[in-house]
């Protein structure tokens, strides 16, 4: 016996969902490949300006490749009041470049001040 019309209208349905389900696989895939590439890139960076830092002079914005990088320089305060050492926090904020920059990595560390 041969397949009737509804049984191979079936068939080609589930196909067809199986299809759909795998292209939204491959590109979820893809998309999270790039954020990963990205994020690994940034860190890269931001780690690079963070050892730049130590000149008190080092810009505190700049551009790298695809890469938007700003760094923010701030008191830190312990909770010890006798303490007499300077301290600063660091942060550094990687974003893709863009109309719309998105912060994809932030670095922050404690250093005494030079």
Do not use: C
């Amino acid at each position: 016996m041969g397949f009737t019309l509804i049984e191979v209208l079936i068939a080609l349905a589930i196909v067809a969902t199986m299809t759909a389900a795998l292209v939204v696989t491959v590109g979820q895939d893809a998309r999270t490949r790039l954020a990963v590439q990205q994020r690994r890139e940034g860190l890269m960076i931001a780690q690079s300006v963070l050892d730049q830092m130590a000149d008190p002079n080092a810009p505190l914005q700049g551009q790298w490749g695809a890469y938007g990088w700003r760094v923010v320089r701030q008191p830190y305060q312990l909770a010890d009041p006798l303490d007499r050492h300077p301290l600063e926090q660091i942060s550094v904020a990687v974003g893709v470049a863009g109309a719309k920059r998105r912060e994809i990595v932030r670095l922050t560390t404690v250093r005494i001040k030079p």
